[in-house]
């Protein structure tokens, strides 16, 4: 049933956001509602979905927001958390991710990567045969765009048939997830970036435009990334010239419906792709945003182990 990531062990795994069918997102975001309302409640919250477990967290990239809002999802499940960086495993040293993979499924129950190839999450997913959480990789952010998409239907409804404009890095992770959710959640994609940075459209969802004023036309969310993605640093210069256009500012803003949200993923770089004055005017959707990471995540490891529980129990 699942997409790419394999399940014929019947092992649940998230690399990409296609991997999990619209219809179970939408129980889903259910559970991650319910664990919301249940968090004030706790220690007694929605059941400790994940006791007994031990999760590895393996980084190769910086992170402040995916690795606080997975280690205290697991804490609040029940489970415990292992924070790994690539660098201080004998991966470093050039044992082979075949072979980590393989001692790990052996020890965790689950494992959460950060890394630059996508292929590298999904060798991992395969060898170790446990569940697997892509948690960044250069091409997708599958959990940031989930949440995201929670985050909008908490405020606006269903997001099927609104219009999403995303402005700056067409060509980063993040686009990526939202351009593969487009045709799934049934929503329209239009991608403010220059050219260079476009990519074929996966579906006919998505539509790309070199105009920022084109694609915050009508918007029912507006969204920005850094325009210096984790390991283009490189590029910095030539990016923040190419991308200045693209800057998510109050005169783009009046171009959109009257009620549009305003959302980033965050780290926020003010003056870059985003002005201080409208990351202030929104930092409470932004910052109710970065929340729901939490919540979302909490339903997501549950459905990963099987164990969305059948009832709320508050
Ligand atoms: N949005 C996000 O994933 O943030 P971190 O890089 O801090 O985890
Ligand atoms: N596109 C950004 C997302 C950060 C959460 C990056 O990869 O650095």
């Known amino acids: ?171 980063c992770n993040v686009a990526r997830s939202w351009a593969i959710a487009a045709s799934r959640f049934g929503f329209d994609l239009i991608i403010g970036s220059p050219h260079c940075f476009w990519f074929p459209s996966p579906s006919e969802r998505v539509f790309w435009t070199e105009s920022p004023w084109e694609a915050a036309q009508e918007a029912d969310l507006l969204y920005t990334d850094v325009w210096v993605s984790m390991g283009k640093e490189g590029e910095k210069e030539a990016r923040e010239e190419l991308l200045r256009p693209y800057q998510l500012r109050s005169e783009l803003v009046k171009k959109a419906k009257p009620d549009v949200l305003v959302f980033h993923c965050l780290p926020a770089y003010k003056g870059k792709e985003i002005t201080a004055e409208l990351f202030e005017a929104r930092a409470q959707e932004i910052l109710d945003q970065a929340e729901n990471r939490l919540h979302v995540q909490k339903a997501l490891l549950s459905w990963l182990v099987k164990k969305l529980p059948s009832s709320p129990g508050v």
């Open 1 to 171: 049933m699942m997409g790419s990531s394999g399940t014929e062990s019947g092992v649940r795994h998230f690399l990409s956001i296609g991997d999990l069918p619209v219809e179970e997102a939408i129980e889903l975001f259910r559970w991650a509602r319910l664990f919301k309302q249940a968090r004030p409640h706790l220690p007694q919250g929605l059941g400790y979905t994940l006791a007994h477990t031990t999760w590895v967290l393996l980084f190769s990239k910086p992170s402040t927001r995916t690795r606080l809002s997975f280690e205290i999802a697991i804490r609040e499940l029940g489970g415990e958390s292992l924070f790994l960086p690539f660098t201080d495993l004998q991966l470093a040293r050039g044992e082979s991710m075949a072979d980590t993979a393989r001692v790990m499924g052996r020890l965790a129950h689950g494992a959460i990567i950060r890394t630059y190839a996508q292929a590298e999450i999904e060798e991992f997913s395969r060898w170790a045969s446990i569940p697997t959480v892509n948690a960044l990789s250069d091409e997708e952010h599958p959990c940031q765009v989930l949440s995201d998409i929670f985050s909008f239907e908490e405020k606006r409804g269903s997001i099927q048939g609104k219009r999403v404009a995303f402005l700056g890095d067409g060509s």
